[in-house]
């Protein structure tokens, strides 16, 4: 393997992947654009195919481009090309190749740690697994069975409430784990926190962790380009929609659930990348969840949406097969040609002519001992040599190339790279970058100093407490009394038999409110407020209280002129009253 020439593999596929991101993102976008009222599920499936196709790009991109040594230097790609194409293809590819090694040092490094905080998210999630906090309510599974054959999910699913924990999140996928805290069941009634499990269990049914785990592997992988980064951005944001499209499938009560997220966000803190928290892990995600509640509608996917998915993905693996450079499938081509030749054997040589024993070849006759075989050697003439291969055009390109890395112009490119360079190193050298650096690592202390102090416990032990407080409630004898009885009142014919005149009244209304006598009366009286407020007496009433309100803010000013108006004498008497008595002291 040639190190060399696979750092200089990586750097072009480096750039072809910001190339082969830039055309992802503008197709996504117009595909959004033009088809506004494609449903979450789809749009999500569309965003992380794509993030799949800049992978399997990528991973070709370095594949294709790893040739031998010969297959990329400059003389051959310079070779036939005008001065025009010198200066935009050539120029590129021997920068990258000359800073290859720099550039393969710097992905390294930034793979390297990815990487590790992949390696610590997964690590945290393995030690909240063997938290001695976490605890099992009885009560609360059978609450969770129920949900679950809502969902249809058949897999054991356990629930741990915890006192440490500030908000509901899911972990694992085949054995599937989901943390909620015990503090926010106070905040919760029994219908939103049953919204939220059922959120959860959205995640583990559409195998979110798992996705969440293959696009974090994505991102790691591809974490120079920042298309990757948006479309992983809109991607949880989509996931996040199509669990609560889920949950209102179910529930059909739009204002409980965005309730519960509120609440949620009042107890918002930022969960491992990892983990499928309820309230999403990003800034104003759960806020803006909550307005799309209240706009959306109820879309019914349809073979078109679907339709458009798959041919957005099409589309997609199309632009970026074009935007892999065809000469390296040529170089594979001619790398699989050569081998094959190198794997056949050459042919045995052929068997010199047998002649016959009776016939025996005639002996060349004997040399004059006089001559030498030195002598007979110079009297033999030589073989001509081959002719010399025409390489003429191939100097004259590589002088040109030469030519132009030697000029002005490429010197001044230089000198520019040169300057920006040192710019960079003198700003973080400057005051201001060092000051910066020293209110972020003020801020942090502060932080810390948040988390150990008295208060902050102090804070944390009365959660605990109340936490404590809300379970033995919860486990006690009288709150299993109260939901037995009222699990008996509400199958008692009496709560069955008024639901039922509930219901009717309430179809009594909605007919009452349909009815052509109640909207005429509507009608009218719509028009009677209309006519009212056009009148001239309504005009004329407005007029007067308005001029009743300019007299009321003019004898209003009137009193305070008055009123300052007597201050002030006052103040001057007194004024006089002191002066006069300083003069009689005097006298």
Known sequence: MDIANLFYALSQAICLSLMQGLITLLLVRLIFFIFPGIPSIWKYTLLFGSLVLLLVGFSFSIYGLYSPPAAHTISSQVIGATPQ???????????????????????????????????????????????????????????????????????????????????????????????????????????????????????????????????????????????????????????????????????????????????????????????????????????????????????????????????????????????????????????????????????????????????????????????????????????????????????????????????????????????????????FQSPEWEAQQKAIAQNAENIKKHFESAEWKAQQKLIAQHAENIKKQFEGPEWKAEIKRLEKYFNTPEWKAQQKIIAQHAENIKKHFETPEWKAQIEELQKNVQNKFNSEEWRKQMDEVKKQVEEVKIEKQNVEFEKKKLELEIKINDEKQLNENKNSNKN
Not at 143 to 154: D, Y
Not at 172 to 177: D, I
Not at 355 to 377: C, F, G, T, Y
Request: positive net charge; aromatic residues 6%.
């Open 85 to 427: 194409n010198i200066s935009a293809l050539a120029v590129v590819k021997h920068f990258l190749q000359s800073n290859s090694g720099v550039i393969f040092s710097a992905y390294a490094v930034g793979f390297l740690l990815n990487t590790l905080s992949l390696i610590r998210a997964l690590y945290k999630i393995n030690q909240l697994k063997k938290s001695p906090g976490l605890q099992e309510l009885t009560n609360w599974n059978h609450t969770l069975e129920e949900l679950q054959s809502k969902l249809k999910i058949s897999r054991k699913i356990r629930l741990f409430f915890s006192e440490k924990l500030v908000g509901p999140f899911t972990t694992g996928f085949l054995k599937p784990v989901i943390y909620f805290p015990i503090a926010m069941l106070s905040h919760l009634s029994m219908e939103q926190a049953e919204a939220i499990l059922l959120h959860e269990l959205a995640h583990i049914k559409r195998n979110d962790y798992l996705i969440n785990i293959i696009q974090k592997l994505i991102e790691t992988i591809l974490f120079f380009n920042p298309v990757v980064w948006l479309l992983a951005r809109s991607l949880k944001s989509e996931r996040e929609y199509c669990c609560d499209d889920l949950v209102l499938h179910l529930t059909s009560d739009v204002g409980l659930y965005a309730r519960a997220l509120l609440s949620l966000e009042e107890n918002r803190i930022d969960y491992n990348n990892l983990a499928m928290a309820a309230d999403g892990a990003r800034k104003h995600s759960l806020l803006n969840r909550i307005k799309r509640l209240k706009v959306m509608e109820h879309v019914n996917s349809n073979p078109k949406h679907k339709l458009i998915a798959i041919v957005g993905l099409v589309a997609i693996g199309l632009s970026l097969a074009w935007a892999i450079p065809a000469d390296s499938v040529q170089v594979k081509k001619e790398k699989a040609k050569i081998s094959a030749k190198r794997a056949v054997p050459p042919p045995p040589p052929a068997l010199p002519a047998m002649r016959s024993p009776e016939m025996p070849p005639p002996l060349p006759p004997a040399l004059p001992a006089a001559i030498k075989n030195e002598d007979v050697q110079e009297a033999l003439p030589l073989p001509p040599l081959p002719p010399a291969k025409k390489t003429g055009v191939a100097v004259q390109d590589t002088n040109k190339a030469n030519n132009y890395l030697n000029s002005d112009e490429w010197k001044k490119q230089q000198e520019a790279l040169k300057k920006i360079t040192g710019q960079i190193q003198k700003y």
